[in-house]
């Protein structure tokens, strides 16, 4: 398991409202939200830049420098990029605005809730009819809640929430657990639509085996507190990974 891009430092962050009774935050959370996800250099924890770009506006020794700000590269010229870097801010200033992919209405989310057989949370339902339906976020990014959404230049359909909970349950996960995002190989992030709060559960797909006699709870590593505290987190710079990959 490895961590993504980190986020800013702890200093440089914003602290969410107090918990559980923070809703009145939730404005705040949500306008954040999107800043971050109506910005294409920002709504991801990465973001690609044109390597023959960076040469031409920093100088061909800039990428030297930037080294530490450098995730990865591809055959196609671009370096991939931690989304908070400088370069990231230049090379997308007058790119348009606007989410991935649009929010979707209140009758699409309860078309949704009858499929899980459960309500989302007031914050989440806000979030995809106010934001946008996934393609923002922490990881790979909040899955869509309705299926078919497909990014610009992809080859496949964005993942879609509800369809990863049919199939999740169908394989033994508890059906109070809804998919929020992929976090790398095996490592999923889950909501919890039971417990107090609505904990994001990280969860390893590979890290229980039933004929030992072990369930999902098992390939648990990490709880974050509440769904409002992972995407303050994310919303306000910082590394959702950070409390999940520190010394217990």
């Not at 107090?18 to 939200?33: K, R, S, T, V």
Request: net charge negative; charged share 20%; proline share 10%.
């Amino acid at each position: 398991m490895t961590s993504p891009a980190h986020g800013d430092s702890e200093s440089s962050r914003q602290e969410p409202p107090g918990e559980p009774g923070a809703a009145e935050g939730d404005d705040a959370l949500i306008d954040m939200l999107c800043t971050r996800a109506w910005d294409p250099g920002r709504r991801f924890d990465t973001a690609p830049v044109p390597r023959s770009w960076i040469e031409e506006h920093f100088g061909p020794e800039h990428l030297n420098r930037i080294r530490s700000q450098t995730v990865g590269s591809s055959s196609n010229g671009m370096i991939v990029l931690k989304s908070q870097a400088e370069e990231v801010a230049v090379y997308f200033a007058g790119a348009p605005r606007g989410p991935l992919f649009p929010p979707v209405t209140p009758p699409e989310v309860e078309a949704a809730e009858e499929i899980i057989g459960r309500p989302l949370p007031a914050l989440l339902r806000r979030i995809y009819t106010e934001v946008g339906d996934g393609g923002f976020g922490p990881d790979g990014g909040l899955a869509s809640l309705t299926d078919g959404r497909r990014a610009p230049g992809d080859l496949i359909d964005w993942p879609c929430s509800i369809t990863r909970h049919e199939r999740d349950r169908a394989a033994g996960l508890p059906g109070s657990w809804l998919y929020l995002a992929s976090g790398g190989c095996t490592m999923q992030w889950h909501l919890s639509l039971l417990a107090a709060g609505n904990p994001v559960l990280l969860y390893d797909a590979d890290g229980w085996v039933p004929s030992w006699g072990e369930g999902p709870h098992d390939g648990l590593r990490h709880a974050t507190r509440s769904l409002r505290q992972w995407l303050w987190t994310w919303a306000s710079g910082g590394d959702v990974w950070a409390a999940a990959l520190s010394p217990s």
